[in-house]
């Protein structure tokens, strides 16, 4: 062994003692030691006397380090409680909890409050449910977002919905008329704090909802209500469902207005609203203000992609709120209900028109005469299937005159056919003008307009679009079999087909085949009644009318089975009504004697204001008009 080597192990060594020495107990510490042995050893003798005389002790064994560890536990504590301080401030006690709910029932809605955030997490709707029989639910938990969402100076944004609220209140049945008022407190400091009021009615569809802030200013700054929710798939037709779902508000001082039902949208109303509504086809989420709220309103909708086969619409809403004192910051109502045009009217400032029934006239048309028929008709308790039926015999009696005027006119016109074919034949090189002022001519001479089965056309066109707005809006034929439709509501699948066709679907409707092949019969009946005029370059208007039956099977397939019942119905009455007034009311050789009858008294007169017009412009034109 080199010196190196020696020198090197006697360095370990020392090392070694000197690492020995340095862990060896004091004096102070064997004694500790000593005097706890000698407890331990204590305490077991007088365990085993007593075990010996049948009595049992609890025997606990002294740990050094229990105080220490309930030293460490509290300093844990008062950092855990110092960093949510410094990251929350003021709010940092409500930052932390347990998420608690309580349940109010009505008897229309089911409520689920929670203590975080403060708000109604899950609303369902008792007397309705789902087209798979579940229960039916306007907000759901996991798919609902709302809270006042803020500015805290130095500190970042944050908003309630992450906080936790207090509240005395517990879960309660209400029946009738009842009243229940629960209360939940966003404690701050001191005396600061945020409330939400919530004041429950057991027969309405809305509760009443104040929130007040009490100092907060220093803590809350620039608020604004946040509400975020997704739609849940309820109907039998997913794609009828979202486009039939959207935003819907209106600002103070203007009409109801909405964002797109069939793509991605966003607005932001400058005015304050009056409300605004979550529109989910059937039924409704919104918010109604005692006054008006919200200056600078955002307002976005965005529908689920197709493969998303459980949610059909994702709404958000940020409205600003006015916080610059205490008291209360927004008053007003949150409405969960169904989309019913008598429950939604009694609420005012058009919270009906959440409801698309048309604009102008054609809205005009179904809230003065078709809801009013149809809701007298609904209290006979009949099939809705029955009161369609006879809803549209009403509808066709009170048109009747004007149906009559047009068949009328269509007469005169067959009975003018062979002359005008006659004149189209003999100006068919001529220029167009020439033939135009000859064909006026003849129908001054004979008396007949042209125009007048245009009409009493015309006026009805508002009922037709009116039904066309009225069927698939009306929740009371939601879920309403009839014959094989089981949903009038909705389409009427006879035949599900393994592949789908585009614009037409996966499905055969019986209701709208039907209506197809009714309007194809009435076409042909109506068509052959009215002379053929086609001009160089225009289309051929029969070819076209023919065509358009076999259109509407692509664009009605999907469409609520009610409709296609309807206008299948207001065809085949059509028909009816056209060979009775054909055969019983008007007589072709009686038309022909007075338009004998006009040629003798109009060819003493001079030419009409109209024609002389027309002269004079083909005149101008170069035209020989003789």
């Not at 607005?267 to 086809?281: G, H, S, T, V």
């Not at 009455?573 to 022909?592: C, G, R, T």
Request: aromatic content about 12%.
């Amino acid at each position: 062994m080199d010196k190196n080597s020696v020198i090197g192990l006697v360095l370990i060594g020392l090392l070694l003692i000197g690492y020995t020495l340095y862990q060896k107990p004091s004096d102070a510490e064997v004694a500790e030691q000593q005097r706890l042995q000698d407890s331990i050893a204590t305490a077991q003798l007088e365990a085993e006397k007593n075990l010996d005389t049948s009595s049992t002790v609890e025997v606990t064994t002294p740990n050094a380090n229990t105080e220490e560890a309930a030293t460490q536990d509290s300093s844990e504590i008062a950092r855990e409680d110092e960093l949510l301080r410094a990251k929350y401030g003021a709010l940092a006690s409500a930052s932390k909890g347990n998420s608690e709910v309580l349940e109010v029932e009505t008897e229309l809605l089911r409520i689920k409050f929670s203590n975080q955030g403060g708000v109604p997490v899950n609303v369902e709707l008792k007397n309705f449910s789902s087209y798979d029989s579940l229960p039916l639910f306007v907000i759901r938990e996991d798919l609902s977002k709302m809270g006042y969402e803020f500015t805290y100076p130095s500190l970042g944004n944050f908003n309630t919905k992450d906080f936790y609220f207090t509240t005395s209140n517990s879960g309660k049945k209400l029946n009738g008329s009842e009243e229940y008022q629960l209360i939940y407190t966003l404690p701050i400091d001191g005396n600061r704090k945020i409330e939400h009021i919530y004041t429950i009615k057991g027969d309405a569809y809305d509760i009443g909802v104040q929130t007040q802030f009490y100092d907060v200013s220093s803590v809350v700054t620039n608020p604004k209500l946040t509400w975020e929710l997704s739609g849940i798939h309820n109907e039998k037709s997913i794609e009828a469902e979202r486009n039939n779902s959207s935003v819907f508000f209106k600002e103070e001082g203007s009409g109801r207005d909405y964002l797109s039902e069939t793509g991605d949208d966003e607005d932001n109303p400058e005015d304050p609203l009056n409300w605004m509504a979550f529109k989910q086809n059937f039924f409704s989420a919104a918010l109604i203000g005692e006054k008006p709220f919200g200056k600078g309103t955002k307002l976005v909708t965005e529908p689920y992609p197709e493969e998303n086969d459980s949610l059909t619409q994702r709404y958000y809403a940020e409205i600003p709120i006015d916080a610059s004192g205490t008291g209360i910051v927004f008053d007003g109502k949150l409405f969960f209900g169904p989309n019913d045009y008598k429950i939604l009217k009694d609420y005012g400032n058009e919270f009906d028109e959440i409801i698309n029934l048309g604009w102008g006239i054609f809205g005009w048309v179904n809230k003065y005469i078709v809801i009013i028929i149809f809701d007298w008709l609904e209290q006979t308790g009949m099939s809705y299937g029955i009161i369609i039926l006879i809803l549209t015999l009403v509808i066709k009696m009170i048109l009747s005159p004007l149906t009559f005027k047009n068949y009328l006119s269509s007469a005169k016109m067959r009975v003018l056919k062979p002359e005008i074919e006659e004149l189209n034949e003999k100006h068919k090189d001529a220029e167009p003008m020439k033939k135009q002022q000859a064909t006026m001519d003849l129908y001054r001479k004979t008396g007949v307009s042209p125009f007048a089965g245009c009409i009493p056309m015309i006026i009805q066109l508002p009922i037709l679009y009116a039904m066309f707005r009225f069927f698939p809006s009306s929740i009371q034929l939601r879920h309403e079999p009839f014959l094989w439709a089981d949903d009038l509501s909705s389409y009427d699948s006879i035949a599900s087909l393994p592949f789908t066709i585009p614009f037409y679907g996966d499905h055969v409707s019986l209701f709208t085949l039907l209506m197809a092949a009714s309007t194809f019969v009435y076409t042909i009946y109506n068509s052959n009644q009215m002379p053929t005029q086609s001009q160089p370059g225009m289309p051929n208007m029969k070819v076209i009318m023919y065509i358009f039956p076999f259109m509407m099977l692509f664009f009605f397939n999907s469409f609520a089975s009610g409709l296609s019942y309807y206008y299948f119905l207001a065809n085949l009455i059509s028909i009816l009504q056209m060979l009775v007034i054909k055969k019983f009311f008007i007589d072709e050789e009686k038309i022909k004697f007075q338009i004998a009858e006009n040629k003798k008294k109009k060819s003493k007169q001079g030419k009409s204001k109209f024609q002389r017009k027309l002269e004079e412009m083909a005149k101008q034109k170069g035209i020989d008009t003789k």
